[in-house]
């Protein structure tokens, strides 16, 4: 009976681990003053938490014309966000403070 209970325990654990891992969202680091990694591919008609850590010394602003999301990252820190659910396709984010940081959602 407790070999049954340990297999059945473990199976709800297996099952159950991808819910948490999309739970988890996905992580955007600013690390001298570019994105990484730099292209993120999420899916489709789907909402998507994004966690936006600024490893630099500076203040950024994760921004978005294409998704609507504006965010200041203080040194240090993070920003959490939700996006979506969007359509396939490629959509653009920058640091405003920093034009020439930018990455991409890559929507699947």
């Given at each position: 009976?407790?070999?049954?209970?340990?297999?059945?325990?473990?199976?709800?654990?297996?099952?159950?681990?991808?819910?948490?891992?999309?739970?988890?969202?996905?992580v955007?680091?600013?690390?001298?003053?570019?994105?990484?990694?730099?292209?993120?591919?999420?899916?489709?008609?789907?909402?998507?938490?994004?966690?936006?850590?600024?490893?630099?010394?500076?203040?950024?602003?994760?921004?978005s014309?294409?998704?609507?999301?504006?965010?200041?990252?203080?040194?240090?820190?993070?920003?959490?966000?939700?996006?979506?659910?969007?359509?396939?396709?490629?959509?653009?984010?920058?640091?405003?403070?920093?034009?020439?940081?930018?990455?991409?959602?890559?929507?699947?």
């Open positions: 009976m407790n070999r049954f209970c340990l297999l059945a325990a473990l199976l709800v654990l297996c099952l159950a681990t991808p819910a948490v891992a999309d739970d988890a969202g996905v955007i680091a600013i690390k001298d003053h570019k994105f990484v990694p730099s292209e993120v591919e999420i899916p489709a008609g789907k909402k998507v938490k994004l966690i936006v850590r600024n490893q630099d010394s500076t203040v950024s602003e994760f921004e014309v294409e998704f609507h999301r504006e965010k200041v990252v203080q040194p240090g820190g993070e920003i959490t966000l939700f996006v979506g659910p969007l359509e396939p396709g490629r959509y653009e984010f920058f640091d405003d403070f920093h034009p020439d940081t930018r990455g991409h959602l890559v929507v699947k």
